[in-house]
């Protein structure tokens, strides 16, 4: 989709003649107030525009858009009511409240040509990236695609700070809202057009247009080079498994960033094949992949001082004559051997990989997400990634990926696990024996192919990379983008920290 167009202005919301003025409400200790910078447009009505939202039945809960039509009280044609919830301990709405109203009410506003937004005196930022997140739609396959997404947006600036500086908050929220929007595209996208060979081409399509340098290994260097893993898993499609080597050196590099995404283009399950209920949302499982080639793009066009490099492991896990097989044993980039107990566990195989390859370039912090566990569904829900890996690093994750907006809660790495994987045959198995703890059993499996030393995170994103239920905020239905914003935010703060 195309992003909306975005423009700052210092004047008045009571001087533009916009299509929609959005302002926010909140639910306030008292009932329904307007939030912060909406007193000119309340001026307007006289006073009388919190009484008539309240007669439309406004509460200021998150999510809510409500919309009055001004009748010549102000240029716009109609005030939209976007609710932020209840403040925090009486304090202005957070971003993550911005984010979400501006997003609900750009999907309301859908075939809307111009729109102006108090929100934005609230947080700049995330009213642009609230804004550009909800109005995304994916319609490549519709006949007819319905309404445009809202075409350009006015934003109000917020006190303090300069043109300049307001420019360049909008131009990086910018950026990071397209990169989540590229990771979605990629992620709806059906898996009879994206397969390990044209996602890797597209990959290399978006690093390309960045200046980010690709490497492509396809199934001949895959197996001269030892991947097992990516192989074992691929081998029972007619579509071939690829691996995607995405690198990124930015000025005066401060710090060297491995990315791992999982990128299984559809899961059957294999010859330990999925029921049929629900297996069509399978065609998300590459969406820890997406995610990482989206956020190693930004990083180029943000020209973080880090050197990032990504390594996305790609293939279709399908069920035939030449498939994997519970029993089989792979051996792994690397040397290490795995006894194949199920083979609907091969998320982690491919991952394992790639893992052990990008640790050969000593990175100064790895960070791997995927669509690993159907446990991480069970224990946190369809909105919490679970984080595991290094505790410091893992709870620095965890927190910056709170404070995106994003979620995320960090998991234990349980010892006493870790015998349940031991294998008679080859050095670990995939699977355990039984169902307890799954989620952190994909961990610590994870964790057997880190190098030495070096701090990483795994981010289980099983049900937050795909939205199966009716949108909300700027989530839509589908593919959320998720943790791209989180990975950036990382990115950021290891170039501000180290």
Known sequence: MTAPKFAVTSGAPTGLATDALVVGTVAGAEGLALAPGAEDVEAAFDGGLLDLLSALGATGKADEVVKVPTRGALPARVVVAAGLGR??????????????????????????????????????????????????TFTTYKSDPGSAPVARVELLTPDGGSAKEHKATIKAATAIAEAVCAARDLVNTPPNDLYPASFAERAAELAGGAGVDVEVLDEKALR???????????????????????????????????????????????????????????????????????????????????????????AENMPSGTAYRPGDVLRMYGGKTVEVLNTDAEGRLILSDAIARACEDEPDYLIETSTLTGAQLVALGRRTPGVMGSDEFRDRVAEIATATGEGGWPMPLPEELRTDLDSKIADIANVTGHRWGGMLVGGIFLREFVGDGVPWAHIDIAGPAFNTSGPWGYTPKGATGLPVRTLAAVLADIADHG
Do not use: C, H, W
């Open 87 to 136: 403040p925090e301990d009486g304090e202005r709405p957070t971003a993550e409240q911005v984010r979400r109203a501006s997003g609900a009410a750009a999907r309301a506003l859908a075939g809307t040509e111009r729109m102006a937004t108090t929100l934005s005196r609230l947080d700049l930022a995330a009213a642009v990236e609230g804004t550009a997140l909800g109005a995304y």
């Open 224 to 314: 001269k080079q030892g991947f097992g893993g990516i192989l074992g898993v691929g081998g029972g499609s007619s579509r071939p498994p690829r691996l995607v080597r995405l690198r990124y050196k930015g000025p005066k590099a401060r710090a060297k960033v491995a990315l791992v995404g999982k990128g299984i283009t559809f899961d059957t399950g294999g010859i330990s094949i999925k029921p049929a209920a629900n297996m069509d949302e399978m065609t998300s499982d590459m969406a820890g992949a997406a995610a990482v080639i989206a956020t190693t793009v930004l990083a180029a066009k943000l020209r973080y001082p880090l050197e990032v490099t990504a390594t996305v492991p790609m």
